[in-house]
């Protein structure tokens, strides 16, 4: 998992039926230390993320874990948000 902040919505007409309810966010990946780090992304919202948010998001095939069935075509998921980072 990896560090992110929200930056914004992305609006859709149409998506996926497994999507729906779900918002569409990008994301600006940041490191420990909340610097930017990366290349802005867009994720679904699993967990009601507002914008300015630090949150942690999956990629890859754990990216599809939070959604029912097998095969759905999403590269990145927010699956929490950071309340406070120990040093």
């Known amino acids: 998992m990896q560090l992110a902040r ?3 919505h992305v609006w859709a007409t149409r998506k996926l039926d497994s999507f729906e309810g779900r918002k569409l966010m990008v994301l600006e990946p940041v490191d420990e230390h909340k610097q ?6 867009v994720a679904v919202d699993t967990v009601d993320a507002g914008i300015g948010d ?5 990629t890859s095939r754990e990216a599809a874990i939070p959604f029912p069935g097998s095969m759905i075509p ?11 980072i120990d040093p």
Do not use: E
């Open 54 to 58: 630090l949150v942690f998001y999956a």
């Open 6 to 8: 929200v930056r914004g």
């Open 36 to 41: 930017p780090n990366g290349t802005p992304l």
């Open 74 to 84: 999403v590269d990145a998921t927010i699956v929490g948000v950071v309340d406070r």
